[in-house]
């Protein structure tokens, strides 16, 4: 049973982009139909849609959301609104990497196409290409989906952190994706969720994912997972991540060094499940990755009410890096990396 | 500096109970006058006030004010009061045992008197019994303080877990009487306060008390605590206990076991504070307490706001052992317990 995806383009050239409401999860499932640029830019903005591949792929449907109306104008006219339909895209995340990738592939797909095709023509291109970006995200999550159901296959219990789903792709996600394909090879995988402070992304999507595809979760505090692990309820740990250095040193949401930690003191294989693209070579260990302070407010007021004392002193911290040591492998688009050795990540991303 | 107690009397026979309102902490720094024995019991049974030996000093100090009016009136009357007080604020938390140990101690106290000493006579000594209960826990308090501080003089920056403070107890409490100690020799002492999912008792209350009596605290999720370990911005963890066994298993609030794990791996110190009445020496090991689960409601809508799918199942154990293994050093009043084998937790406890 394949749910909902959280971007979907329905229709065709005169179609629109349909996504889930994020921010209404886990109380609202509310589905929002985007007929034009401007609540596309609002659900980008908004946090509507999140997850690096999920935005980039309801930017590039933006774009097609953005020309329809001008399908029957002059060239001229299209591409004037296509480069402002793209400049106007950007604004809405300026710090979301892959916002401007996606931007500027639709934005080369205009421009290899020749100045004589009709602007319907280069719509359907355009429209062509935004499918590509979807169909290859797709194929990336179930690449990791099926090396990571492998690793899984002998785990009655697993856990995981954050979210990694459907949710923040366009296809099932990165460690979620492995989840899910364990738990259809193995209906009875028992899944814990860290409810993942401060933002309670395990709580408020992982759970929600796991549910709706009728796989079992038990959702826990963050500090339970090591009671977890102590009890044998799971097997593996598996989690996304954000970058992961050419020595295998991943960072990923807060919360996760400590697992990996955990994890190897209760002889528990950790796992990382990564798209390639989330390998910065040139950092040569996780020493050099920043550790990005968030703000106060999510610790103290993170509830819709106040928890602790006013102008209380907070670390924040967003990420924490997981050795590669305490890294039994990491799951790629393109296979396993096990060991996790500087010669195996170079040979997997390079090679 | 001396903060206000959670729990103190204000005057003499004729005088009142006064208390922190802990249920309206952080927000609101509130004290309420008891002057009648249905006050008392509302605020036991509301968590107004909390922590086992401040429930037992407050219940102490309860049959004082539930007993003025009887004090001129003849024995037989005063005593029928007495009882019927005695047994109504036992109802306030059946499941306090340090409730009804204060109870059971001021009915001694009253059964040790002769039936001609008069009314105002007897409640004279049961003020003195109840003014005992609280300077005995005020001394116990102040012994781990200075046991907990000798061990902690190194540190320029501690973890700690929950609330063992001044909330809990009559006195400085528990572990943190141990931080308060070190912070009184170190004024630039640094304390990492976990907010202690799913009750938020490190968040509204540890850090109050700190911020309070001018310590410096940083407050953090549960999952960043070894980020902090990593970052080598603490030197030694330090918690209080529920229950430890004969070997020196100590059950404490969830996340304990964890932190435990996570202190060992990182040669970080970790340390257990608790008077020696936590010790149960009819258990051999932590292996035989049992973990109660709480509410599941606690973790999917803590604190106003449904954060969790509908029926999400939910592991909620309230309690974790920290085996004794991962315990440098146990604090209690009588002395520090290290290492942690049997036979020095006999020496300490029945020696």
Redesign the interface.
């Known amino acids: 049973m394949n749910p909902r995806p959280a971007v979907a383009w329905i229709g065709q050239l005169d179609g629109y982009l349909q996504l889930i409401d994020q921010t209404l999860l ?2 609202q499932d509310v589905l929002i139909d985007c007929r034009t640029v401007e609540q596309v830019w609002e659900a980008i903005k908004s946090l509507r849609v999140r997850g690096a591949p999920a935005i980039g792929v309801a930017a590039a449907y933006g774009v097609i959301v953005g020309c329809q109306s001008q399908a029957e104008l002059p060239r001229s006219e299209f591409d004037a609104r296509l480069t402002h339909v793209l400049d106007y895209l950007a604004t809405s995340r300026p710090t979301a990497v892959n916002l401007f990738w996606a931007l500027d592939r639709m934005k080369a797909t205009a421009a290899e196409q020749p100045d004589t095709l009709l602007s319907s023509e280069l719509l359907s291109r355009l429209l062509e290409e935004a499918r590509t970006i979807e169909v290859e995200d797709r194929a990336m999550c179930a690449a990791m989906g099926r090396f990571g159901a492998e690793l899984l296959a002998n785990c009655s219990g697993v856990l995981t952190h954050c979210n990694t789903g459907g949710l923040a792709t366009a296809g099932d996600g990165t460690a979620l994706a492995a989840i899910f394909a364990a738990a259809k090879a193995n209906p009875k995988l028992q899944v ?1 969720a ?5 933002l ?1 992304q395990g ?2 999507l992982t ?2 994912e796991l ?1 709706q595809r009728g796989v ?13 692990m ?1 009890l044998r309820r799971v097997q593996a740990v598996i989690v996304g991540a954000d970058r992961i250095a050419a020595n295998g040193d991943a960072a990923n949401k ?2 996760t ?2 697992l990996s ?2 994890a ?2 209760h002889g528990i294989p950790f796992y990382v499940a990564a798209p390639s693209s989330t390998f910065d070579l040139t950092l040569e260990s996780g020493e050099l990755i920043p ?1 990005e302070e968030r703000a106060a407010s999510e ?2 007021n ?9 102008d ?6 967003a990420f ?1 890096v997981a050795p590669a040591e305490n890294i039994t492998a990491i799951i790629t688009e393109r296979g396993v990396i096990q060991p996790v050795t500087v010669d195996n990540v170079r040979k997997m991303i390079k090679g």
């Open positions: 886990p109380t814990y860290d409810e993942t402070r401060p309670l709580a408020r759970a929600w549910l079992h979760v038990t959702l826990i505090c963050d500090s339970m997972a090591a009671c977890v102590k807060i919360g060094y400590g930690v955990l190897k003191a550790i610790i103290t993170g509830f819709g009410k106040q928890t602790a004392p006013t209380c002193p907070v670390f924040n911290p924490d």
